[in-house]
């Protein structure tokens, strides 16, 4: 979600022209590649309308959302439905965040011991809509070949670049040939071992720009869980009322 989720979570929302002195057309195409994944959900500003699908073997919900972006370090959530959880908010500014929880009429400030925690019970941690970080800005990456490889995918390697705060050892990128949309992500740790694949998928326009309006987080460590993020609405660079990204607003009770 522009990085409205993620960063989508947050994880949560063109192409630059590209210096003439890159080596070869292959690194061309792998620095268009991930400059269109990292914008495919920014822009300067959005509004949206999400439903968050979270499934595990005991139990499954669903809650719908109000999201809104500004910038790169601004976030805002509320939860419509459903009706127990209906209220429920969480602000982003910068590296902070914040929860606001009515049945209790308490604004929680989420310390950094806590980051790695799910939001709101998701598979998404709280770091997800904190996490500041780009394709082409802090990693390195790479065109490769892979084993089986379909037809029309190009396929990338992604390793985070000497220095940065980043979990993953690497994340290999899966996007169609033909527009750069991307198919999956997966998320492997320093050793090697595969941790969660995120599949795109339902691709719709929303205003004057495509994108896939449906994501899949798949969790490898915990069997059976998955959590799926729908775009119902969406609009992107819009005039936002930068009060939204307050905690007084965050206090409000709808």
Known sequence: MNKPFVGLILIFFGLLALPASLESQGKVNAQQIVKKIDELYRSESSSAVVEMEIVTPHWARTLKMNAWSLDMDKTFIRVLEPKKERGMATLRIGNEMWNFLPKVNKVVKIPPSMMMSSWMGSD?????????????????????????????????KCVPKEGRPIVWGHIILAVRESDYLPVWQKYYDEKGKLMRELFYRDIRKFGNREIPSLMELVPSTKEGNKTIVRYLEASFDIKIDIEIFTLRNLRTRI
């Open 124 to 156: 998404f941690t709280n770091d997800d809509l904190v996490k500041e970080y780009t394709f082409i800005e802090d990693y390195d990456f790479d065109l490769i070949e892979v084993e089986n490889p379909e037809k029309g995918i190009l396929y990338l």
